[in-house]
């Protein structure tokens, strides 16, 4: 008799010890585990709004000694849009599924106060060992521009853009340094085209090589009206934090969410924007050029400046509704667990907003490789790696737990 009250006892006091357990298990036992792109539903990115987003893609310019070599610069105009990309890296499909090289020029007159011909040429983008006293890197990726002499005088630039125009909401990292002469802008932005410079949506980081080595710009396009007038409230102009200047080393990111645009350097928040939000699905850009305008300043022919990344990550929702290659579609069917008689159920609610599978690119151990923060999906995918791991210690200390109350 006397056992029996002792066993009923213990029973409301071992499930509350379980669950306090059980709880505690993702303290208990260190970081979240390191996981795949594939296996997330969602990245949760450490901003104050704590955003969600459902794609997620890790460019890294470090190790890619194979393709390093600058190319000489291309004098004549005719040649430079025209030119071929500067080595295979550029030609592969981890490339060329994401991004595009520019060619275009500004012979048109894009922008009113420009002085000088612009070409964006391919050869402007390449693969470049890392120089430096201490590298960080073997490689890293340049854009460079350069003021040439001709004739005629003219500005060889470079740009890269997304292929995608669907992103419409992202978290953009990169680690950058601008290096160069004065009379040059390089720029991290989001671009949505309109013929009418009212309706253009644009968030952009831009360093002007003839500023203070401090000081950046952060604009939600257009600053300015048809008819010249500043739109003050566009742009923040921010300082380089910790005392450094924009030729060191920096993650710069860009947060773009429904009402704000939110800028860091590393992991410091230096301005943030809610006034002209892009609303609307945008590219995503990166460039290195002059056009002798106001803004941009003249380079000093042979002079060159260059944009210097050695890794992108990037983490966005997109509109598009074809992905681009099939091995997109894989990876889709698998982040939703789209497979079985629940498959359509399961990616249903993902596309309603319900993120399942959570992961983060901000508390991982390995810079691009996501870690798995929760999974609400546990039971119904328990037969996967990911979950599976994180049950071996629940299923441990359940076990020490059972034993100790023998
Ligand atoms: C570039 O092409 C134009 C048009 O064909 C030609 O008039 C011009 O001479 C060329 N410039 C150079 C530097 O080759
Ligand atoms: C500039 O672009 C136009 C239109 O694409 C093209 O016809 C022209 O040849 C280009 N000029 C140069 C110098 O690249
Ligand atoms: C930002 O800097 C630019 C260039 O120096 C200047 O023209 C502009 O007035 C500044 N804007 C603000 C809001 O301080
Ligand atoms: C935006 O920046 C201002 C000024 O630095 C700061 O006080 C504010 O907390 C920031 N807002 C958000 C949402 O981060
Ligand atoms: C750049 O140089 C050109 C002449 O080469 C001149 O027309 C233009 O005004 C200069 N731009 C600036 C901002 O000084
Ligand atoms: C991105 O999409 C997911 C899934 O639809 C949604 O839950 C999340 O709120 C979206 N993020 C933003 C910033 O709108
Ligand atoms: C957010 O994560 C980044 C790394 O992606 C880190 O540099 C930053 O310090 C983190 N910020 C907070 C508030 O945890």
Not at 178 to 186: F, H, N, R, V
Not at 341 to 352: C, I
């Amino acid at each position: 008799m006397m056992e029996l009250v002792m066993q009923k006892a213990r029973l409301p006091a071992l499930s509350s010890c379980l669950f306090f357990l059980l709880s505690a298990l993702p303290l208990a036992s260190g970081s979240p585990t390191l996981t795949e792109d594939s296996k997330c539903g969602c990245f949760v990115v450490n901003d104050t709004e704590a955003s969600y987003f459902t794609k997620h893609k890790f460019f890294d310019f470090r190790g890619l000694t194979q393709y390093a070599g600058v190319p000489a610069t291309i004098t004549n105009p005719n040649d430079s849009g025209t030119a071929a990309v500067t080595s295979q890296y550029f030609t592969s499909t981890e490339w060329t599924d994401t991004w595009m090289v520019g060619n275009w020029n500004n012979s048109a007159g894009v922008r009113k106060d420009s002085s000088v011909l612009m070409v964006n040429s391919p050869n402007n983008v390449y693969i470049e060992a890392n120089g430096d006293r201490n590298p960080t890197s073997q490689t890293f990726l340049t854009l460079r521009t350069q003021r040439l002499p001709g004739p005629p005088e003219f500005q060889t630039a470079a740009e890269i853009e997304s292929v995608s125009g669907g992103f419409r909401y992202l978290s953009v990292r990169m680690l950058a340094r601008t290096i160069g002469s004065p009379g040059a802008i390089t720029a991290l932005f989001t671009y949505r085209h309109s013929d009418k410079l009212a309706e253009v949506q644009e968030t952009d980081l831009e360093i002007r090589t003839k500023d203070p080595r401090n000081i950046l710009h952060y604009t939600n396009q257009p600053s300015y009206t048809e008819d010249g007038d500043d739109i003050a409230e566009a742009t923040q102009n921010a300082t380089m934090p910790d005392g450094l200047d924009w030729t060191a080393w920096a993650v710069h990111r860009l947060d773009w969410t429904p009402t704000t645009t939110k800028w860091y350097i590393d992991g410091q928040q230096v301005a943030n924007n809610s006034f002209q939000t892009p609303r609307d699905a945008s590219k995503v850009i990166l460039n290195a050029w002059s056009d002798g305008g106001e803004w941009s300043g003249n380079m000093t022919n042979f002079d060159a400046a260059y944009l210097q990344i050695q890794w992108l990550d990037i983490t966005w929702n997109t509109t598009d509704t074809k992905p681009a290659a099939k091995r997109d579609v894989e990876s889709e069917l698998g982040a939703r667990h789209d497979v079985g008689p629940h498959g359509p159920l399961l990616a249903r609610a993902t596309e309603q907003g319900t993120c399942k599978t959570v992961c983060s690119i901000d508390e991982t151990t390995n810079l691009g490789q996501p870690v798995m923060l929760w999974n609400n999906g546990a039971m119904r995918t328990a037969g996967e790696r990911s979950s599976f791991v994180s049950w071996i210690p629940s299923a441990a200390v359940f076990a020490l737990f059972v034993l100790s109350l023998r």
